[in-house]
């Protein structure tokens, strides 16, 4: 079973950068397809990026452009580079990792705002 640890979040201005870090524990994270999901107040959880074990990445339209999903399985950890932040991108963002079950995290807060 799987362990999932999610930072690197904080407070940043419009336009500005965030690299979000989810540290695996427990199994190795290259069996997992990995995913980033946010949550903002008063809303659903919703997918943000995905990457498959194969390297094979999916972002939602909001994000596609400005935010990179990644995964380094040597370091048994998955990347989110956000870039052009926008206040509407204000959330908790979470880790999943999922081979036959879904595992998530905790999540980290990211704020966008002047």
């Known amino acids: 079973q799987v362990q999932l640890v999610e930072s690197g979040g904080g407070l940043v201005q419009p336009g500005g950068s965030l690299r979000l870090s989810c540290a695996a524990s427990?199994?190795?994270?290259?069996?997992?397809?990995m995913g980033w999901y946010r949550q903002a107040p008063g809303k659903e959880r919703v997918m943000v990026a995905t990457?498959?074990?194969?390297?094979?990445?999916n972002y939602s339209d909001s994000v596609k452009g400005r935010f990179t999903i990644s995964r380094d399985d040597a370091k048994n950890t998955a990347y989110l580079q956000m870039n052009s932040l926008r206040p509407e991108d204000t959330a908790v963002y979470y880790c999943?990792?999922?081979?036959?079950?879904?595992?998530w995290g905790k999540g980290t807060q990211v704020t966008v705002s002047a």
């Open positions: 999943k990792a999922t081979y036959f079950r879904n595992y």
């Open positions: 427990g199994s190795s994270l290259s069996i997992y397809t």
């Open positions: 990457i498959a074990r194969g390297g094979s990445a």
